[in-house]
């Protein structure tokens, strides 16, 4: 069964206006057609920036405390629908169930967080310097926001983006990506059917050439908040800039796991198979380098390839799957490559590296999962991201070593260090080029109420999730009342 889904634009669901179309297909087997969806243009981008304009003129007169009641619906909407949307999720993408009622309760909980900062989207007041005067700053909408976002949590991310840019009285026009448009057209309808004025949410399906980079340079666009590749993350920064545009970008990440000589090996264990294969290794946290100290290098390398060698390849939507297909062909072109360069860079590979054979995988994008040990710090995939499940191995000598190898990549999203020692762990926290560490845990896990992003190449200073995505999403006014009476003079006026 398959069905034709289109473009919202102007409260209204539409096809792309030159009628084109494009096929999404299960990643599991290819065989299972999701459904065609329109192929936007930059004319239905510019359709929908207009009538976002008029949508952000009806959205922002509506109090924030009513704003975020709307949202509060779509959370309980969302709360409803979670293992329809789940399922559908996973046929879209890939990722086992268990992983997709994840991705769904992130955009439950940032719904409800945005919900609540309807009531306080709290600003600053300070003393003024003359008598008979005040100061103070308050957050106001700022307009429409170009939202760009990728495919691997195809709920949980634009979740972070759209329910603070709506909370804050924006209209937003969406372009996610081409694999995940099923996703991005349910999420629509539950926000239209919350009650959010429905020019306030324009939805364009399609590819990132063709609507994707039209939406970032159009008129009328306040500012795009992205996450994806740094690639095109950086593209899209330059846009921005020659525009005059603010931007938000959440980019690649290599995030490593330090093991120490003190660590508890099993937590350790349990840490990197999650950190490394969840998510088929497709998450920017994803854990791609696992750091070892000497003394318990091999007892661990031996556990890991044991485990990982029995994690079960399948359809996510079967019971018993632990890891689920890869996100297209290309994808799995791009992983394949980057294991024979570590096979040309001496790397030597322990577990995996190829296509599985068995007749039940071969309709979809899998790969096995995939462990490097010998790996040096310089080689290509120590350094640059594969997103796919291929983990590097590397032996460090002690945690000065350790945490130089850590840092000696380009990106700073997550990282992680195991150790039972508390003075250990706090240095970590200070020297970790990262925007996230975590202590005893692995790579992955955020919370919806505190802030992600990271450092380096991963991004540019802003933050999404908890309290900081508030303010990129804001103008911020400041307010001056004077009730002396008189003409008073700042810096002038003793
Ligand atoms: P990208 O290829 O960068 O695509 C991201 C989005 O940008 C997609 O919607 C894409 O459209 C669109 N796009 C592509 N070219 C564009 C252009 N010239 N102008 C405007 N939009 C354009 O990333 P991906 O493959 O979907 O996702 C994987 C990457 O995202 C990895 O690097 C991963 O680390 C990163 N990621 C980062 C985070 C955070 S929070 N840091 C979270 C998830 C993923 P199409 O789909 O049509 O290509």
């Given amino acids: 069964m398959s069905d034709e889904f289109r473009n919202h634009v102007a409260g209204r669901w539409v096809h792309a206006e030159s009628g084109a179309t494009y096929e999404n297909r299960n990643p599991a087997g290819r065989d299972d057609l999701i459904g065609t969806f329109a192929a936007s243009g930059p004319v239905d981008v510019e359709r929908a920036v207009a009538s976002a304009r008029d949508g952000y003129e009806m959205w922002s007169r509506i109090p924030a405390p009513k704003r975020g009641e ?8 969302l709360v409803e629908r979670k293992e329809e949307l789940a399922d559908g999720m996973t046929r879209e993408m890939g990722k086992p169930l268990v992983e997709t009622r994840g991705d ?17 989207l709290f600003s600053h007041t300070a003393p003024s310097e003359l008598s008979a005067k005040m100061g103070f700053a308050v957050l106001r909408p700022a307009g ?18 759209i329910f603070p840019a709506l909370v804050c009285g924006n209209a937003i026009v969406w372009k996610p990506a081409q694999d995940t448009p099923w996703t991005a057209v349910r999420f629509v309808e539950i926000l239209v059917e919350a009650g959010v004025t429905p020019e306030a949410v324009q939805l364009v399906t399609g590819f990132g050439s063709e609507a994707g980079e039209p939406l970032v340079k159009a008129d009328g666009v306040t500012g795009v908040s ?9 593209h899209i920064a330059g846009l921005c800039g020659a525009r005059g545009r603010r931007v938000s970008l959440e980019m690649g990440g290599k995030n490593a796991q330090l093991v120490l000589d003190d660590a508890d090996l099993g937590l350790a264990l349990e840490g990197v198979l999650w950190g490394a294969f969840g998510t088929t290794g497709q998450r920017c ?6 750091i070892v100290q000497d003394g318990v290098h091999d007892e661990l390398v031996e556990a890991l390839v044991a485990r990982a060698g029995e994690l079960r390849l399948g359809d996510g939507r079967r019971d018993g799957t632990d890891v689920g297909p890869l996100i297209n062909e290309d994808a799995r072109e791009k992983v394949d490559k980057y294991v024979r360069i570590g096979q040309n860079e001496g790397a030597e590979l322990v577990l995996g590296g190829g296509i599985p054979d068995d007749d039940d995988l071969s309709r979809g994008w899998f790969y096995r999962p995939t462990v490097f040990v010998g790996v040096e710090p310089d080689m290509r995939i120590a350094q640059e991201e594969i997103f796919g499940p291929v983990l590097s191995v590397l032996r460090v000598s002690d945690f000065e070593e350790g945490i130089a190898v850590m840092n000696g990549v380009r990106y700073g999203l997550s990282s992680s260090i195991y150790t039972a020692d508390v003075g250990r762990a706090f240095q970590a926290i200070e ?3 990262a925007g996230i560490t975590y202590v005893n845990g692995p790579t992955i896990g955020a919370e919806a109420h505190f802030p992600f992003g990271g450092v380096k190449d991963t991004g540019n200073g802003h933050r999404e999730g908890g309290w900081p995505v508030y303010d990129f999403f804001s103008d911020l006014k400041t307010v001056y009342v004077d009730y002396s009476g008189r003409l008073q003079k700042a810096q002038i006026d003793a």
């Fill in 226 to 234: 992205f996450t994806g590749s740094t690639v095109v993350g950086c």
């Fill in 144 to 161: 429409v926001f170009g939202i760009v976002t990728p495919w691997n949590f195809p709920l949980a991310v634009p979740s972070w983006k």
């Fill in 431 to 433: 020297r970790i080029e």
């Fill in 285 to 290: 946290t994803a854990t791609s380098r696992l």
């Fill in 70 to 77: 709307a949202l509060k619906r779509a959370g309980d909407l």
């Fill in 104 to 120: 769904v309760q992130e955009a439950i909980d940032t719904a409800y967080y945005a919900a609540s900062e309807g009531r306080r």
